[in-house]
């Protein structure tokens, strides 16, 4: 099991990596190449040079988080090829600097969804927030807004400027797409993409919808135990992985989180974790919390069990954490809370392995 911490390259993060040095237990970042086009191929030179600058700062990179799909790819338009191409090529490109896992979304028009990114919370803190009536009032083209507006100006990871543009457009389009379309869609990537994953020794990890629930009349297919199950059957490549996301299964309240960790980590599928807690508020309102246990409604400690219990040896991370003692830092990405979530972390971990003993 390595810990590591999603840092963004370019100067895009208030974190730096000699921060990320110090804190105890984590051995390397997840990143990405963000400035470069969805569907273009991550050039190489630029990919050496990420790589140098994080082994600079005695850090790792093994993970990459996200190379993001061309929406041509969900949408399955005789274009997708060429995107497919593309993303094979960058598969090529990550393998040549020993990427080993490579975490991606399948979700269409947006990634993540959250209604406020800074709620205030009686102590102080701040947290990112999600209550559905506030979404489903917003006309999905105000979101994007309201996202960029309360961003602080960073970017937010997923939500790229040219994939805005079309989004109108786009939200049009899948009202006519089929859910059973949709998984088609997903598959071909997968048949595609996996052969050459398999190759190059990267596991394909990809993010569950944040939130589970289908939106705006989009399809909506990595939300549950079953939906996973029916993902994995679509294509059995021991490179065809999860990227098991409590805080984003986790809202849907039907979801057994340490029964699926069990049952896809034990199947050798979670390559890579992200682990935070939430706080229900109904059945499709949350806050994001701090990580242990007392603080949310996600069992914590009985999902790193089940991870340990199982073998995994893949890579986890904080995730998300609050905004605490006046950082200043883009939403869910400061240092301060994620140290402290990945350090409660670290500590089960190393629990349950003295256990053991
Ligand atoms: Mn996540």
């Given at each position: 099991m390595k810990?590591?911490?999603?840092?963004?390259?370019?100067?895009?993060?208030?974190?730096?990596?000699?921060?990320?040095?110090?804190?105890?237990?984590?051995?390397?970042?997840?990143?990405?190449?963000?400035?470069?086009?969805?569907?273009?191929?991550?050039?190489?030179?630029?990919?050496?040079?990420?790589?140098?600058e994080i082994a600079t700062a005695g850090l790792e990179v093994e993970v990459i988080e996200s190379?993001?799909?061309?929406?041509?790819?969900?949408?399955?338009?005789?274009?997708?090829?060429?995107?497919?191409?593309?993303?094979?090529?960058?598969?090529?490109?990550?393998?040549?600097?020993?990427?080993?896992?490579?975490?991606?979304?399948?979700?269409?028009?947006?990634?993540?969804?959250?209604?406020?990114?800074a709620f205030k919370l009686a102590d102080g803190s701040s947290v990112m927030s999600y209550r559905q009536e506030e979404v489903l009032r917003m006309n999905p083209l105000n979101m994007a807004e309201s996202m960029f507006s309360k961003a602080k100006g960073y970017s937010l990871p997923g939500w790229e400027e040219e994939r805005l543009a079309a989004m109108a457009r786009d939200i049009e389009y899948y009202q006519n797409v089929t859910v059973d379309q949709y998984w088609a869609n997903l598959q071909y990537f997968l048949d595609a993409v996996l052969p050459y994953a398999e190759?190059?020794?990267?596991?394909?990890?990809?993010?569950?919808?944040?939130?589970?629930?289908?939106?705006?009349?989009?399809?909506?297919?990595?939300?549950?135990?079953?939906?996973?199950?029916?993902?994995?059957?679509?294509?059995?490549?021991?490179?065809?992985?999860?990227?098991f996301c409590?805080?984003?299964?986790?809202?849907?309240?039907?979801?057994?989180?340490?029964?699926?960790?069990?049952?896809?980590s034990a199947r050798g599928r979670i390559p890579f974790a992200h682990l935070r807690n939430i706080k229900r508020l109904s059945a499709q309102d949350f806050d994001e919390s701090a990580h242990p246990?007392?603080?949310?409604?996600?069992?914590?400690?009985?999902?790193i069990k089940a991870l340990h219990d199982t073998g995994f040896d893949g890579y986890i991370r904080p995730d998300h954490g609050r905004m605490i003692w006046g950082e200043e830092a883009r939403p869910g990405y400061?240092?301060?809370?994620?140290?402290?979530?990945?350090?409660?972390?670290?500590?089960?971990?190393?629990?349950?392995?003295?256990?053991?003993c």
């Open positions: 810990l590591i911490l999603r840092w963004f390259s370019g100067g895009d993060d208030s974190v730096t990596l000699q921060q990320i040095k110090q804190i105890p237990g984590i051995v390397g970042v997840a990143t990405s190449l963000s400035d470069v086009p969805v569907g273009e191929v991550w050039p190489l030179e630029r990919l050496i040079a990420l790589k140098e190379v993001n799909i061309h929406e041509d790819i969900k949408k399955g338009l005789p274009t997708r090829d060429r995107y497919i191409e593309n993303y094979i090529k960058t598969l090529a490109n990550l393998s040549i600097i020993e990427i080993k896992c490579l975490c991606y979304n399948f979700m269409p028009v947006f990634d993540w969804i959250r209604s406020d990114l190759r190059y020794d990267i596991k394909m990890a990809i993010h569950p919808d944040d939130p589970p629930w289908p939106l705006f009349g989009l399809p909506k297919v990595i939300t549950n135990a079953e939906n996973i199950r029916t993902f994995l059957a679509l294509n059995d490549s021991p490179a065809n992985g999860l990227t409590a805080g984003s299964l986790g809202a849907n309240l039907d979801n057994d989180l340490p029964a699926m960790a069990k049952e896809f246990n007392s603080y949310g409604d996600l069992d914590l400690f009985a999902i400061g240092l301060y809370d994620r140290a402290l979530g990945i350090t409660y972390l670290y500590g089960l971990w190393e629990a349950l392995t003295k256990l053991q």
